[in-house]
């Protein structure tokens, strides 16, 4: 009796050795699924020449804002399955905008960068990486497919195409009940100088943060002056990071928050508070945010395919399905959560040119007539 | 051998130390590169614009009304920390030491707490429970109020936060005064009909005073150069002070160096100077509390306001303990809203730090890697230090003390950014080593001093006749004076340890990605996650700097019962 449980156990052994013995060629042997998906030969060869390339690196090292570590996660896992490169490293780290520019303004200082893929939303800085050639030149097959960032301006060719988000009110329909307003429904930015709100308006501190400074500008632009001095009026509180307006607003602590992305909303949403954001029908400031290759990346081709991969519709659609929740360069992505996100498409962006109207001089004099109407001021 | 040959002899070291002179200039060449190379490096910044040296951007940086508001900021926090901090401290020193309050061997440890944790996890707490409208007090009282009644977010806020977390400070060096003071002096101040009161007023402060003073200064130059209380509770009120607007001067783009530099400068000025008077205040002064004769410290009968003592320190350890409950109760939380909620109770937000977020495992890593390490070598070099001052008749030994006592006027914040400009360019720059240096220079003032005391406390006489009989230096040392200080060693590293676990100044200006300390993994965490996970993440923090203190003391304790 034992001596036949032992053979069989053997023999299922010998069998299940057979089988893999048998089979890992063959897995060798397939097509990475990204190469499957290629018709044009010469695209075939030059995607294998960079896979192989890719294996022999064997990292991707990738910093970024806006998408949360784990969000990336599974972007970076899908990659990999789909370039066949399951045995690479990918590590990404998450960082403030600000913060990045810094830490990775002193890496290149100390000719130490170690990451490939920089995703970042600051355009004055990109424009200076560009010029002081930090960034590698590298034209994806896939760059002519976006052709919303193309619209907004968003794109310089041979080096980076654009996604983007935007900061828009967010409110609290408790705290906005306590404080009497009555079916409070925004549409407009203007329903924000509702003099109900005075004292209980948070708003991203314009004074230090040099993507809101020109965001509020922009809206002011399309608002008028009136609309800024109103808002001044109101005495918004200024927070230094997009999270602390979202935890003020759901706590209830301020009953709205002037600029916050539809990823605080979904925070919130998530934790069954009630938060609502309205996108307001004057529109939105696109803020651009592109992922670029510095030029010192030490693992060029696998940055490459990372590029490739999340601009192709593919790649795309597998971060926002992932919970990136942006407002991407190309059309046709899907958002998954449409009550929190438009479409790409539908959205309605305010005119800015972000070379001419976020200079620093432009910042500055913006700043300037802020404080003015007291923005800012205690 | 006579005793004076064999302590002039060329000294016979290990042959990693070299020689004697050899090893004084070694000693002077680390200390300028690590102490004051990278101070020079701030200050020749400060001069220069464009490669050219000038005065214009100072005049400049100096115009701005936001950098006035910020130094007077400073100030006041400064002040006002000291003052809560000395005289909560020293109340509680004289309540533990001299008065006969009930449960005073409870509350002797209780009142170092807030030495051991981190003030931005309290900074963290106090938000929870101080913030204007969301904080639990805040939702507590302001139906009874018109408007919430505290907030946090201002630098009352922020120098009530460092005062109870420097009070231990001011505690710990009255209290080593008081247990040690003669007690027949408050007895003829007793006899002489002073009341109880002006006897600890007029007698017992004064004699004490050196040591007060000693602390004051300590905490007044650690709070002028404190970054992680004002980062989170000074910006989101727009409170600024100069170490907030030295890091926002690196962090906005382009970074300003010259402006960081300048600010630098100026707050290494301040504090500097602090230092410099307290020394000319005791210059001179004599404050003899320990005399020869045989004593015994006597307690103060409170009477009937031994409760009321009671009720006082438990009111400190309230404010000190208070918040930190708080906080671990939003850490159970998926969503804060002023209140505790049954129904919003989770395991979510520590899930997230202990499995998910990369960052905190890193931070977690990296503090203890460097906090151990750095500690180890803390400790050895100071006590090398210890020895060849004191135990050497080395030339140019005595310039090597006031040398490293240097950066106990630097801010950790002004010190990290003398190292990130004189490091940048090195292989050093973007490793846990940067940091781990930064530290052991920064704290070189604790570790020298407590190693001085440990190698002055054991008599010149054993060594010597370790010497006579023909021990080498070395050999001496380490077979005579280092086994005898050892247990000292060990309370020095578990300070040092503690002390780095803590610090965020100069590692805020010298990290990268991938050398996060764990309180920078916190202030990270903080700038994307909600209060729960950030609250999760403080909580742990806490826990293990706890546990390591108790752990540590715990293997430490028989050997010091044994030596």
Redesign the interface.
């Known amino acids: 009796m034992l001596g036949s449980q032992k053979i069989r156990t053997t023999a299922f052994a010998a069998f299940a050795l057979a089988g893999w013995l048998a089979a890992a060629p063959l897995a060798q042997a397939q097509e990475a699924p990204a190469l499957a998906a290629i018709k044009d030969p010469a695209e075939k060869a030059r995607v294998s020449a960079l896979i192989e390339a890719a294996k022999k690196e064997g990292a991707l090292s990738w ?1 970024g804002v806006q998408i ?3 969000h990336a996660d599974p972007i970076i896992t899908e990659f990999k399955r789909y370039y066949g490169l399951n045995d690479i490293k990918g590590e ?5 905008t ?2 990045i ?3 990775v ?3 290149l ?4 960068n ?2 490939d893929i920089v995703w970042n939303a ?1 355009w ?2 990109y424009k ?1 990486l560009l010029k002081r050639g930090e960034i590698m030149k590298y034209e994806s097959p896939y760059y002519k497919d976006y052709t919303l960032s193309d619209k907004h301006g968003m794109s310089v060719k041979g080096y980076w195409v654009a996604d983007s988000y935007a900061f828009a009110p967010i409110y609290n329909t408790k705290a906005i009940a306590e404080l009497g307003i009555k079916d409070f429904k925004p549409t407009s930015w203007k329903d924000f100088t509702n003099p109900k709100l005075a004292g209980k308006l948070a708003m991203i ?1 314009v004074m ?1 943060s ?1 993507s809101a400074a020109p965001v509020l500008d922009g809206v002011s632009k399309v608002m008028g002056e009136d609309w800024l001095k109103s808002i001044a009026a109101q005495k918004p ?5 997009a ?2 307006g ?3 607003v ?5 009953a709205a928050a002037l600029f916050n992305s539809p990823k605080d909303h979904l ?2 949403k998530s ?3 009630p938060v609502n954001q309205v996108f307001p029908k004057e529109g939105v400031v696109l803020i651009p945010f592109a992922p670029i290759i510095p030029a010192s990346a030490p693992h060029p081709a696998t940055a490459k395919l990372f590029v490739d991969f999340v601009r192709s519709a593919h790649g795309t659609q597998t971060m926002m399905d992932a919970g990136s929740l942006l407002f991407f360069g190309r059309p046709g992505v899907k958002p998954k959560y449409p009550d929190i996100l438009p479409r790409s498409e539908e959205v309605k962006a305010i005119p800015f040119n972000w070379d001419t109207d976020a200079t620093n001089d432009k910042i500055k004099a913006f700043r300037a007539r802020a404080a003015s109407y007291g923005i ?1 001021k ?1 | 051998m006579s005793l004076a040959s064999a302590t002039s002899n060329s000294l016979r070291l290990p042959s990693f130390l070299g020689q004697g002179p050899l090893l004084v200039v070694l000693i002077y060449g680390v200390l300028a590169i690590t102490v004051i190379y990278p101070l020079l490096a701030v200050l020749i910044q400060s001069f220069s614009e464009a490669g050219a040296l000038t005065t214009a951007k100072i005049a400049e940086v100096f115009s701005s009304p936001n950098i006035i508001e910020a130094v007077i900021n400073t100030l006041i926090i400064s002040v006002m920390t000291v003052l809560f901090a000395s005289v909560v401290g020293v109340t509680l020193a004289w309540l533990i030491a001299r008065s006969d309050m009930p449960f005073r061997r409870v509350f002797d440890p209780l009142n170092m707490i807030p030495f051991y944790l981190s003030s931005v996890v309290g900074a963290l707490s106090w938000q929870v429970v101080a913030a204007p409208r969301s904080g639990l007090i805040n939702s507590l009282l302001e139906p009874l109020f018109s408007e919430p009644p505290f907030n946090i977010y201002t630098v009352w806020g922020i120098a009530l936060v460092l005062g109870l977390f420097y009070t231990p400070y001011v505690y710990l060096f009255t209290l080593g005064s008081l247990q040690s003071m003669d007690a027949s002096l408050e007895d003829s101040a007793r006899m002489s009909g002073a009341s109880k009161f002006m006897t600890a007023i007029r007698i017992t402060l004064p004699l004490s005073a050196p040591a007060i003073l000693s602390a004051c200064i300590l905490v007044f130059v650690t709070a002028a150069g404190i970054f992680g209380v004002p980062l989170v509770l000074g910006v989101p009120g727009s409170v600024h002070t100069l170490s907030t607007l030295i890091y926002g001067a690196i962090n906005e783009y382009p970074a300003d160096f010259a402006k960081a530099a300048i600010l630098s400068s100026a707050l290494f000025l301040f504090t500097a100077l602090f230092t410099v008077a307290q020394i000319w205040i005791l210059r001179g002064r004599r404050f003899t509390t320990v005399t020869g004769k045989g004593y015994r410290p006597r307690r103060v009968d409170l009477g009937r306001w031994r409760w009321a003592a009671v009720g006082v320190n438990a009111l400190y350890l309230l404010f000190v303990i208070g918040p930190f409950i708080a906080l671990l109760l939003v850490s159970f939380q998926d969503a804060w809203t002023g209140a505790f909620s049954w129904s919003r109770m989770t395991l979510a937000n520590y899930h997230k730090v202990i499995f998910v977020d990369a960052i905190a495992h890193r931070g977690l890593i990296n503090s203890i890697f460097i906090s151990t390490v750095g500690a180890s070598i803390a400790v050895a070099i100071c006590m090398l230090l210890a020895l060849v001052i004191h135990r050497t008749r080395l030339p140019a030994r005595e310039g090597i003390a006031p040398l490293a006592m240097v950066p106990v006027t630097v801010p950790g914040i002004v010190l990290g950014l003398g190292f990130l400009i004189a490091l940048i360019t090195t292989p050093l720059y973007g490793t846990l080593w940067i940091i781990m240096i930064a530290y052991i220079v920064h704290y070189l003032p604790t570790g020298l001093r407590n190693s001085e005391s440990l190698v002055q406390s054991v008599s010149r006489e054993l060594d010597e006749s370790a010497r006579m009989s023909g021990a080498s230096w070395w050999r001496a040392m380490s077979r005579i004076v280092m086994p005898l200080v050892a247990p000292g060693m060990v309370s020095l590293w578990l300070l040092l340890f503690v002390t780095y676990i803590r610090e965020v100044s100069s590692s805020m200006m010298l990290f990268t990605f991938g050398t996060e300390t764990i309180s920078i993994a916190l202030i990270q965490i903080m700038e994307y996650e909600p209060y729960g996970v950030s609250g999760a993440f403080g909580v742990l923090q806490t826990v293990l700097v706890l546990a390591c203190v108790a752990f540590i003391r715990q293997v430490s304790s028989p050997r010091q019962s044994n030596a």
């Open positions: 910093i949360e570590p784990g990404y780290t998450y960082g403030a600000g913060a520019v810094t830490r303004e002193q890496l200082k100390a000719k130490r170690n990451f600051s004055a800085w200076d501190n230090i040099t509180t200024l927070h230094s990071k999270a602390q979202r935890d003020w759901g706590a209830g602590e301020f925070s919130l934790r069954n508070l800012g205690k």
